[in-house]
Nanobody
């Protein structure tokens, strides 16, 4: 399974970005996808998780992004999105998507595959 992130960039505070995680090798039906981020000097943080469609496609978010970020999937495109609205400077980080082949999953107990990440920078 391969994961490739895209959509990162530089945006002003209050702006929006949409990240994409395109997968290949397996259908999204059978694994969960999490979005994680890591800022310099900080631990990696789980941002969101969307469970496999066979488990209902449930979503979960960290408290720091709840109400601002939304994750969704397009199974036909094997792509998971992270829509980020009302961005803040503290959202600046490298964002990674990762897959958990164990279902159901909340993306908090170890991920099996990782992308290489995409940089998101929010200026004040």
């Amino acid at each position: 399974l391969q994961l490739v992130e895209s959509g990162g960039g530089l945006v002003q505070a209050g702006g929006s970005l949409r990240l994409s995680c395109t997968t290949s090798g397996y259908t999204l039906d059978y694994y969960a996808i999490g979005w994680f981020r890591q800022a310099p000097g900080k631990e990696r943080e789980r941002v969101s998780c969307i469970s496999d469609s066979s488990s209902g496609g449930d979503t979960a978010y960290s408290d720091s992004v709840k109400g601002r970020f939304t994750t969704s999937s397009d199974i036909a495109k094997n792509t998971v999105y992270l829509q980020m609205n009302n961005l803040r400077p503290e959202d600046t980080a490298v964002y990674y998507c990762a897959a958990d082949m164990s279902t159901p999953s909340n993306c908090l107990n170890g991920m099996d595959y990782w992308g290489k990440g995409t940089q998101v920078t929010v200026s004040s």
